[in-house]
């Protein structure tokens, strides 16, 4: 049974940063699609970033430029550096793995809180 376990998630000041960590169990990690999602206050769940099994990369065009993404499968996890954080960026950050074959699977981790806020 796949979990996926999300941390890293804090109060930080605009301007500043913050690594979120996604530690993943019970699949194979090396062949999932990873990423990123969040939800902030009155907001629907969104994209922020997603990594394939190949390491190919795509982002939100709101964090382009201050977000990355990345995996360790040796370590089973992905992360996501947030850099040049704003006040907008302040969400509940859910990290979520997926098939890239069908039939198509997917599963989501509780989700991290990030308050960016002076």
């Known amino acids: 049974q796949v979990q996926l376990v999300e941390s890293g998630g804090g109060w930080v000041q605009p301007g500043g940063s913050l690594r979120l960590s996604c530690a993943a169990s019970?699949?194979?990690?090396?062949?999932?699609?990873m990423g990123w999602y969040r939800q902030g206050p009155g907001n629907q769940r969104e994209l922020v970033a997603d990594?394939?099994?190949?390491?190919?990369?795509n982002y939100a065009d709101s964090v382009k430029g201050r977000f990355t993404i990345s995996r360790d499968n040796a370590k089973n996890t992905v992360y996501l550096q947030m850099n040049s954080l704003k006040f907008e960026d302040t969400a509940v950050y859910y990290c979520?793995?997926?098939?890239?074959?069908?039939?198509?699977?997917?599963?989501w981790g509780q989700g991290t809180l990030v308050t960016v806020s002076s």
């Open positions: 990594i394939s099994s190949a390491g190919s990369t």
């Open positions: 979520n793995g997926r098939t890239e074959v069908i039939p198509y699977l997917e599963v």
């Open positions: 019970g699949g194979i990690f090396s062949i999932h699609a």
